[in-house]
């Protein structure tokens, strides 16, 4: 501040009233300091900046960007990229401007993108989950829309029941941005069939080898029958004839519509049972009722089987290999004796007289254990 005196004296020396004037100068505008709420903020997040401004006749200020944008303190900003504000401000005197700036640093949001192997699945049925990004050091929270959770990058994840779930993911930045993504009905879990079935019976023969499968699965449209022998089946209830002796299991899978499955198994016996019947009369005769001596049974090996007669001196009057074990018992042919000396009368044998026989067998069962049996025929007219 200066005060200037003004003396007038004019030419004859005269002096006139001192006048003086005190001039005020201000200090020029300035900025005192620029803050802001935060120099850090998450991709069109809000910050506050405040400017403090002192000097020039002490405001009302005037506060410019430079782009020309007029602002009060503080004004708010929402950016998209991180830059250096730059601020000019003035006082209505028409001092200099002054001018600082403050830079504001802008985190992106993090990418969220992220798949599924499957959409179906039939439940329980495990799904696994992508997030696409390359990013590692985020935070990521899953909710599968069945009451589960995760927190890993990529999970897997078992839907334990049938419906259609929506999924979300939440990605954080270490900083705290947070990108959200749902995806309606992304997943949908398909009920499994309850596969299911009885045999009847469970032990089976060689003479009884039929097997009757009743099935009693549920939500299923396709069967698939394995038997356990190389024999398969998609009928709904099938029957079986086992050929051989053995332990065999029997497999069902049922299948839905959506090629959702379920298997089961059963055990089934199929027993030798060996027996042996022989008759104790036959007469040859060519009635064709009861002509021919012939053995039949249960379990016998056809390739093992030996089988002589003997008339009352010791002569053999018939001897055979061949048990055929589809033949009636009562038939006559292969195996047969028909009650001639060598066996066959095509060949012009004689019969044998009248009287009684004896005849031994040595046979195999299909566990090749070896039986030997003997007994009376008596040929009669």
Known sequence: ????????????????????????????????????????????????IFVDVVGGNGGPYVLN????????????????????????????????????????????YPENNFISDIREVCAPGLVSFTELSDDTENLYTWNFGDGGFANIKNPKHQFNNEGVYTVSLTVTTPFGCKTSKTVPDMIIAHPKPIASFIVEPEVVTMMASEVKFTNY????????????????????????????IGEYEAMLIAVTNHN??????????????????????????????NDCFRLCGNGIDPHYFKLSVY???????????????????????????????????????????????????????????????????????
């Open 217 to 244: 699965s549920q939500y299923a449209s396709q069967y698939f029958w394995h038997f356990g022998d190389g024999d398969s089946s998609i009928f709904v209830h099938p029957r079986h004839h086992y050929k051989t």
């Open 1 to 48: 501040t200066t005060t200037y005196t003004l003396t007038v004296t004019d030419n004859n020396g005269c002096v006139g009233n001192i006048t003086s004037v005190t001039v005020k100068v201000h200090p020029p505008v300035s900025i005192a300091s620029i803050t802001t709420s935060t120099d850090t903020v998450c991709q069109t997040d809000e910050a506050k």
């Open 65 to 108: 960007l430079n782009d020309g944008t007029t602002v009060g303190s503080p004004f708010t900003i929402r950016p998209s990229f991180t830059q250096t504000y730059v601020i000019n401000a003035t006082d209505m005197c028409g001092s200099p401007a002054a001018t600082d700036s403050i830079r504001i640093t802008v985190i992106p």
């Open 260 to 289: 959702c499955r379920d298997t089961t198994w059963r055990t089934i016996l199929v027993e030798n049972i060996v027996s042996m019947y022989a008759p104790e009369t036959f007469s040859p005769n060519g009635d064709g009722i």
């Open 311 to 381: 008339d009352r001196w010791g002569n053999r009057v018939y001897y055979t290999e061949n048990f055929d074990v589809n033949a009636e018992c009562d038939s006559c042919g292969e195996g047969s004796w028909d009650g001639t000396n060598n066996g066959d009368k095509s060949l012009g044998d004689r019969y044998m007289p009248v009287g009684l026989y004896k005849w031994y067998c040595e046979y195999k069962d299909l566990n090749n254990t070896t039986y030997k049996k003997s007994g009376n025929i008596r040929l009669i007219r």
